[in-house]
Antibody, heavy 120, light 110 residues
Framework: QVTLKESGPALVKPTETLTLTCTVS??????????VAWIRQPPGKALEWLAR???????SYSTSLKNRLTISKDPSKSQVVLTMTNVDPLDTARYYC????????????WGQGILVTVSS | QPVLTQPPSESGTPGQRVTISCSGS????????VYWYQQVPGMAPKLLIY???QRPSGVPDRFSGSKFGTSASLAINGLRSGDEADYYC???????????FGRGTKVTVL
């Protein structure tokens, strides 16, 4: 059974750096066809793709956020980490960790998401 | 302005057919596969349609997808109360070098 679980702070202050961790099970981050993406959803709003890391460590970022995002993985811990610098209240959202593959729009397994609020 | 345009809402009575449109451009829908995701209130999204018109295992054949040019659509036949959800189209966009989602369409069963 494939599962993904997000962890991190529920509340961060403006200008701080947000670090989110995704712990996966049921598949390997070294699997040649597998990747992990982060997608967020502000309350009551649409989904927004943030970043992706593939098994060969190739990374892709949202054009609008790439200067603030870093994605990395530690296969030995089955974890993918997303950091976002200089957060703003507009970054308040539920952040989802998602399994993907060669087609970057393929998201077949989702974590439950973690709600992150940016507020002073 | 959203890259992919969806109507904010659609509705129908049980048993009816509902169609959701998703309009894009040559840099996204016109060049890549379209995916559809269903998000039931309070839950994470779920893959509903991939590769324009393919259903993952377990998705009822009441759901069907199609694509023509720079537009795509999702049809729900035999509408049921359990189909009440937000539906998002998604694809890759060359101009943005990333995945783009529509703003979502809320389907209500009257």
């Amino acid at each position: 059974q494939v599962t993904l679980k997000e962890s991190g702070p529920a509340l961060v202050k403006p200008t701080e750096t947000l670090t989110l961790t995704c712990t996966v099970s049921g598949f390997s981050l070294n699997n040649a066809r597998m990747g992990v993406a982060w997608i967020r959803q502000p309350p009551g709003k649409a989904l927004e793709w943030l970043a992706r890391i593939f098994s060969n460590d190739v990374k892709s970022y949202s054009t609008s956020l790439k200067n603030r995002l870093t994605i990395s993985k530690d296969p030995s811990k089955s974890q993918v980490v997303l950091t976002m610098t200089n957060v703003d209240p507009l970054d308040t959202a539920r952040y989802y960790c998602v399994r993907t593959d060669y087609d970057p729009t393929w998201f077949d397994a989702w974590g439950q998401g973690i709600l992150v609020t940016v507020s002073s | 302005q959203p890259v992919l345009t969806q109507p904010p809402s659609e509705s129908g009575t049980p048993g009816q057919r509902v169609t959701i449109s998703c309009s894009g451009s040559s840099s996204n829908i016109g060049s890549y596969y379209v995916y559809w995701y269903q998000q039931v209130p309070g839950m994470a999204p779920k893959l509903l349609i991939y590769g324009n018109d393919q259903r993952p295992s377990g998705v009822p054949d009441r759901f069907s997808g199609s694509k023509f040019g720079t537009s795509a659509s999702l049809a729900i036949n035999g509408l049921r109360s359990g189909d009440e959800a937000d539906y998002y189209c998604a694809t890759w966009d060359d101009s943005l070098s990333g995945v783009v989602f529509g703003r979502g369409t809320k389907v209500t069963v009257l």
